[in-house]
């Protein structure tokens, strides 16, 4: 099939937003499965499975006090071996890449502290987190360098997009998260103005997963069994470096895509399982790339997901999937069953987004029979709360596109506004539930700060199955409207939405809202 020029397609779609019905095939055909530009690796790629799945180190707390565990944790460049053979300057919590899970418990308040031993600002955001404002990581509350001069500080203020009023600390600042929400697959990351994406790809990403007794309860795979698996593009130098645009945000405007497919940090890798149930918490950490996961077995045959679990938490039963679609910043649970299967059996996890060696994922290789004691129950969350629209319930729309500024400037804008410290889209009263609908020309991640929700149409239709238990991101396609019910439970104060398309929210695609 002949590909579509980006100007030829934002024609068709321009017709499309003035009244031609397209379908979700012809969308598929029109726009791509994928979003953003490959940036080439500059030397040789590693061959897929080749290095065996490497799983983070777990955090523990420099102290512990009733109710409460404090961590401490140091941003610092380390060097790693990601492509076998060479080493990889990374931008690391604790200097490796993916930074240590945290493993904390709700209702338990986590204190972490970060140093920041860098020559760069950061800012870390605990996505998904209900968490008070002055610890969820607004773009410009700055952590400056610890060895930063009152002339550095002031420098890394200037020219900041949107303006800056944020709190800036120097050397290391404590982050409190109460906590005060179910168990779930959370993610931290650096969420630095204008920088979010480089600093990512150069490595400031983890797990932090929170537990709690309901899923305490549950019989699913646990221990060595329960595997977080953060997936990621990237490109190389050949010296084996991050190769990521000196000008990203002018060269790579709808986003980077790399040619090296990382899970854990490892190219392609292998893990060897038992015929038995494993938990995966998938979590889709790159800067633009979409996943459609498939399994496919030897022979062609393929192999089937049950989902349990959402961005928010446990879902309110298990939902079978024959592929799971994932865009930058999504999570998904699932459970995947080896049993049955005989040993030396290789199973391929494919992305069907992607294109050529993008194509692969990871391989299971089933080495061994053991005793399994987990099983799936029908019901999941008992205490799941599903909303419903109510008459009189707030209703805001916001748009994610592409807008002319001024003076010949495209910049990816929300309600045709780039973001700006002054400027507040929505004013939620703490407690309540509204009805979102976010409308889009691109592909755009929408990810809201504090508020979990519900998707309840896609298109005018019922919601995916991607779009299943509470959420903070969702995933918007070209000229469609998802409509949410955003619940605002935690705290008052400033907060915001934004595009997860880490090249756009740099490019001032994020908007603020204020919970009263």
């Known amino acids: 099939m002949r590909r579509l020029s980006r100007r030829g397609f934002l024609g068709l779609a321009a017709g499309a937003g003035a ?40 955090a523990r707390p420099v102290r512990s006090e009733r109710g409460a565990d404090f961590y401490e944790v140091e941003q610092r460049e380390g060097r790693v071996e990601i492509l076998p053979g060479r080493k990889t300057a990374v931008w690391g919590y604790d200097g490796i890449f993916p930074g240590p899970t945290f493993a904390a418990r709700s209702g338990r308040r986590t204190v972490l502290q970060v140093r920041n031993n860098l020559t760069v600002p950061t800012v870390t955001h605990l996505h998904g987190g209900v968490t008070p404002p002055e610890s969820d990581g607004y773009p410009t509350d700055l952590l400056l360098p610890a060895r930063c001069s009152p002339g550095q500080a002031r420098q890394a203020h200037s020219g900041m997009t949107g303006g800056h009023d944020g709190r800036t600390t120097v050397g290391y600042r404590s982050y409190e998260y109460p906590l005060s929400q179910q168990a779930a697959t ?19 990403a983890g797990f932090f997963l929170i537990g709690d007794q309901e899923e305490d309860r549950l019989p699913l795979p646990g221990g060595d069994r329960d595997i977080p698996l953060m997936l990621c593009d990237r490109s190389f130098e050949e010296d084996g470096s991050f190769r990521y645009p000196d000008h990203g945000h002018d060269a790579f405007p709808d986003g980077v895509l790399g040619d090296v497919q990382l899970v854990n940090g490892a190219p392609w890798p292998v893990l060897e399982v038992s015929a038995t149930r494993y938990r995966f918490r998938l979590l889709n950490a790159s800067n633009t790339r979409r996943y459609q996961l498939r399994l496919e077995a030897e022979k062609g ?84 709360d599903k ?78 199955p991607a779009d299943a238990g509470w959420k903070d991101t969702v995933d918007v396609r070209p000229y469609e ?28 695609m994020m908007g603020n809202f204020q919970v009263i």
């Open 19 to 58: 009244g031609v019905i397209v379908g979700a095939a012809g969308w598929s055909r029109l726009a791509g499965a994928s979003t953003g530009r490959v940036l080439a690796s500059a030397g040789p790629l590693p061959k897929p499975f080749g290095v065996p799945l490497p799983v983070p180190p777990v």
């Open 186 to 204: 959370l993610w931290y990351h650096d969420h630095r103005m204008d920088f979010s994406a480089p600093q990512v790809w150069r490595g400031l």
């Open 301 to 384: 045959r393929r192999g089937r997901f049950i989902q349990i679990g959402s961005d928010g938490g446990l879902l309110a039963a298990p939902q079978p999937l024959d592929t799971i679609d994932m865009a930058p910043g999504e999570r998904c649970d699932v459970v995947i069953d080896f049993a049955g299967i005989s040993v030396g059996s290789r199973i391929t996890l494919r992305n069907t987004a992607a294109e050529g060696g993008m194509r692969d994922v990871m391989r299971f290789h089933v080495v061994r029979t053991a005793r399994d004691d987990s099983r799936i129950p029908a019901r999941l969350a008992t205490s799941f």
């Open 387 to 464: 909303l419903t629209p109510s008459k009189g319930m707030p209703v805001r729309a916001f748009d994610f596109r592409r807008t002319n500024t001024g003076e010949d400037r495209q910049m990816w804008t929300i309600n045709g506004q780039p973001f700006s410290t002054d400027t507040v889209l929505a004013s939620p009263r703490l407690g309540s539930v509204e009805r979102w609908r976010f409308s889009s020309d691109f592909h755009h991640p929408v990810h809201a700060h504090l508020a979990q929700f519900q998707v309840i149409a896609r298109g005018g239709r019922p919601p995916a």
């Open 481 to 508: 409207v998802v409509e949410v019910l955003a619940r605002f439970a935690g705290y008052k104060g400033r907060y915001m939405l934004h595009c997860h398309n880490l090249e756009h929210e740099d490019m001032a």
